[in-house]
T-cell receptor, first 118, second 111 residues
Framework: GAVVSQHPSRVICKSGTSVKIECRSL??????MFWYRQFPKQSLMLMAT?????????EQGVEKDKFLINHASLTLSTLTVTSAHPEDSSFYIC??????????????FGPGTRLTVL | TQLLKQSPQFLSIQEGENLTVYCNSS?????LQWYRQEPGEGPVLLVT?????EVKKLKRLTFQFGDARKDSSLHITAAQTGDTGLYLC???????????FGTGTKLQVIP
């Protein structure tokens, strides 16, 4: 089956610093990737939809200047948490959608990145 | 805002018992998915249901999509300890296959 990787799997950083999380589709091309955030004991909340070669679409309430998304190639999307604060500590999960928009396809999820901001 | 509410939120049962998890929404989705997530991992897709009234079986798991395509249920027969995890329903919509996750049901199966 299709594999999506995330790097790093865990990161601890100081308040005020920026952290970059990578999401890669290893054996397929993905024009669309999604970024989710999951707080402890809660469900996944969609943050943004990342489209290769264009600007990401952010969900209501998600600050685009704080969560920078770059989908520079068909196999890589990055999420940068800028000026991180303790309340940004969460489990960040990406997913990748093979094929073209409009076609029905299963999304494949990455293993997640645990971010802890001290 | 599309909201999928799952019930129950938590469920702790003995091995061998049956259980049903419900997923309800006021919105119509093009399809509905069920995932299971282990702690510290990404969700894993169990099934996708597309047609209103559809029933799919996956070994001891039975999934049903409501006729109006707004709600769904997951029934597990003779639960095993390996079924323990967070079960998430998810509605799929839009050209980009946007997935909206439900509130989640944490299942614990006790030996």
């Amino acid at each position: 089956g299709a594999v999506v990787s995330q790097h790093p799997s865990r990161v601890i950083c100081k308040s005020g610093t920026s952290v970059k999380i990578e999401c890669r589709s290893l054996d397929f091309q993905a024009t669309t990737m999604f970024w989710y955030r999951q707080f402890p004991k809660q469900s996944l909340m969609l943050m943004a939809t990342s489209n290769e070669g264009s600007k990401a679409t952010y969900e209501q309430g998600v600050e685009k200047d704080k969560f920078l998304i770059n989908h520079a190639s068909l196999t890589l999307s990055t999420l940068t948490v800028t000026s991180a604060h303790p309340e940004d500590s969460s489990f960040y999960i990406c997913s990748a959608l093979p094929g073209l928009a409009g076609e029905y396809n299963e999304q494949f999820f990455g293993p997640g990145t645990r971010l802890t901001v001290l | 805002t599309q909201l999928l509410k799952q019930s129950p939120q938590f469920l702790s049962i003995q091995e061998g018992e049956n259980l049903t998890v419900y997923c309800n929404s006021s919105s119509v989705f093009s399809s509905l998915q069920w995932y299971r997530q282990e702690p510290g991992e990404g969700p894993v897709l169990l099934v996708t249901v597309v047609t209103g009234g559809e029933v799919k079986k996956l070994k001891r798991l039975t999934f049903q999509f409501g006729d109006a395509r707004k709600d769904s249920s997951l029934h597990i027969t003779a639960a095993q300890t390996g079924d323990t995890g967070l079960y998430l329903c998810a509605g799929v919509s839009g050209g980009y296959q946007k997935v909206t996750f439900g509130t989640g049901t944490k299942l614990q199966v006790i030996p």
